[in-house]
């Protein structure tokens, strides 16, 4: 099992950035896919999430309206597209899948550093 995260890096305030999480390994459209953030000295948090067929989605407030959650079922990748970018939001943004199989199954990506710095 495998979760790619791709597309972080320095953006200034008021910027955009799009990440990209890459699956393989399981059965990537029957999972609720996820994005959390964690910065220096913070706990992770919840980010956004979206169902496996892509017809809900939720938004920790902080995000809302500026961030957008995605996901290509046919390319096993989901996406958080991220706009008007705070000095904020500036952590490592990691991709998370959930699913049941009997039991709840959890994956975890490396994560990827996002920079909001003028």
């Known amino acids: 099992v495998q979760l790619v995260e791709s597309g972080g890096g320095l953006v200034q305030p008021g910027g955009s950035l799009r990440l990209s999480c890459a699956a393989s390994g399981f059965t990537f459209s029957r999972y609720t896919m996820c994005w959390y953030r964690q910065a220096p000295g913070k706990e992770r948090e919840l980010v956004a999430g979206i169902d496996s067929v892509g017809g809900t989605t939720n938004y920790a407030d902080s995000v809302k309206g500026r961030f957008t959650i995605s996901r290509d079922n046919a390319k096993n990748t989901v996406y958080l597209q991220m706009n008007s970018l705070k000095p904020e939001d500036t952590a490592v943004y990691y991709c998370?899948?959930?699913?049941?199989?009997?039991?709840?199954?959890?994956?975890w990506g490396q994560g990827t550093q996002v920079t909001v710095s003028s």
């Open positions: 998370y899948a959930r699913g049941f199989l009997f039991r709840l199954v959890e994956y």
